[in-house]
């Protein structure tokens, strides 16, 4: 599913978010940028272990939740892994749903300045940090949405989405945002 939004396509599919051709992808990393499970697993594996060694070096502090910050992509095949860390739910009243939108403007931000010209996002925060996969999908998609609207790049914005659960609420909402999208 896709919608187009001026000159940039914002798109959904299910998949690995490791095998995608984009400039580059994002990473659902945690604050110490120390590597885990989930995204973060599966992108310093494929991705080998030159990109850790680059963060490590470049961001000893880590990276604190709703911020971003971009490295090389060693063995992956897009030029930038650009690491952001969602909220951790807890119950939707500390923050999260700002924290959240931050984490994906820093993360198209980045982007945006390093010129690439399409990028993948994965579903962060939903997995071991818990965000309601309801909420997140509307959340982010929209997030992703007004930058699109306000700075016309990147030309696409692709959401990989693991599993057919994950892709279906994230459907749902990107097709009521589709229907506000049409006046703008
Ligand atoms: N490609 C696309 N999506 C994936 C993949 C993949 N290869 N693998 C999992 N997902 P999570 P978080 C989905 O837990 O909730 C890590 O340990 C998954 O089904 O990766 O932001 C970090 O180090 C889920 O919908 O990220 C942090 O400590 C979504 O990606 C912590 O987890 C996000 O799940 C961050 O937790």
Redesign the pocket.
């Known amino acids: 599913m896709r919608i187009q939004i001026n000159d940039c396509s914002l798109q959904l599919t299910q998949?690995?978010?490791?095998q995608q051709n984009v400039d580059a992808i994002v990473n659902?990393?945690?604050s110490q940028l120390?590597?885990?499970?989930?995204?973060?697993?599966?992108i310093h594996s494929a991705g080998g272990a030159s990109i850790m060694e680059e963060t490590d070096r470049r961001y000893p502090d880590g990276c604190e939740t709703g911020q971003a910050v971009i490295s090389s992509a060693g063995n992956l095949s897009c030029k930038y892994v650009i690491h952001t860390v969602?909220p951790v739910w807890n119950g939707g009243l500390r923050g999260e749903s700002d924290l959240l939108r931050s984490a994906f403007q820093n993360s198209l931000t980045l982007a945006f300045e390093h010129h690439c010209d399409s990028l993948a996002f994965?579903?962060?925060?939903?997995?071991?940090?818990?965000?309601p996969?309801d909420l997140a999908a509307q959340n982010s998609l929209m997030t992703v949405a007004e930058f699109l609207r306000e700075h016309e790049a990147p030309s696409l914005v692709k959401f990989?989405?693991?599993?057919a659960g994950?892709y279906g609420a994230f459907s749902y909402a990107l097709e009521n945002i589709a229907a506000v999208a049409i006046n703008w």
């Open positions: 998949g690995d978010i490791t659902a990393a945690n120390a590597g885990g499970g989930g995204v973060d697993g599966a969602g994965p579903a962060i925060s939903t997995g071991v940090y818990g965000y996969m990989v989405l693991f599993d994950a």
